[in-house]
């Protein structure tokens, strides 16, 4: 996905997709109010599935918490080598640095940047995609990525998620904390910590230097998602998926 060149549509659109809250989770077992018991969990077409059923549920900004510790079992997609091109590609890693260039989603990131080399640091052992079962302590980071169809591009990673595993449930309505390096998992905020009043008023109407109508409804799906930061690599890019 890419950033719009205009950043009235781009704040108006993120301030949607920030403090609009996802539907309640549907309850199957019910051990907590806006949890649920189950053995896997899907966003966007990215699943992992659990040895056991554990207790779940979500954050208000539409991703998934899990109580820990857990074990997985298996990811979707899942990590697979390409021969051609020495590809390995749809990485999975917990709790990626935030400082360093190491990474283990795919040996491609970064391949026709000047400069930078093959791989982009890319260092198998962080890739857990294909060492499951895992078990995943708490206060941990599950990201899983899912590479373009083809090595190489810029950027080379299609979609990134979120899978966060917490020693306590988050109070509902709690924001998603950071998905980098170690310590505690905790929320930031909650939407009702939010002070509206602050937000810059912009308008809403159509642009009269654009020729077509704005599509608000499709300008906000184009930032919804994880933002993923490619440590290290300013110069180039920050969000890389």
């Not at 895992?134 to 990525?145: K, L, N």
Request: glycine share 8%.
């Amino acid at each position: 996905m890419q950033r719009t060149g205009l950043s009235t549509m781009l704040a108006s659109a993120l301030a949607v997709a920030c403090l609009a809250p996802v539907a309640p989770a549907q309850s199957a077992g019910n051990p907590n109010e806006g949890t649920f018991l189950t053995d896997s969990l899907t966003i966007r077409g990215v699943r992992w599935e659990f040895q056991t059923n554990e207790i779940c549920g979500r954050y208000v900004n539409g991703d998934w918490w899990v109580l820990g510790p857990i074990t997985i079992t298996e990811i979707t997609p899942e990590t697979s080598y390409v021969p051609e091109g020495d590809w390995w590609r749809d990485g999975t890693m917990v709790n990626p640095s935030a400082v360093t260039l190491w990474q283990g989603l795919d040996n491609t990131i970064f391949d026709t940047a000047p400069g930078v080399g093959h791989g982009y640091r890319y260092n198998h052992e962080l890739n857990i995609g294909d060492k499951l079962p895992r078990q995943v302590p708490v206060d941990s980071s599950v990201v899983t990525c899912v590479s373009e169809p083809t090595p190489g591009n810029r950027p080379q990673l299609r979609q990134v998620e979120v899978l966060t595993v917490v020693s306590e449930i988050p109070a509902t309505k709690s924001f998603r904390p950071v998905y980098t390096g170690n310590g505690p998992r905790t929320s930031p905020a909650r939407l009702p910590d939010l002070d509206r009043d602050k937000l810059q008023g912009l308008p809403t109407a159509q642009p009269a230097a654009l020729a077509e109508p704005v599509n608000w409804e499709a300008l906000a799906a184009s930032v919804d998602g994880v933002w993923y930061e490619a440590p290290g690599v300013a110069r180039y890019m920050k969000r890389y998926s």
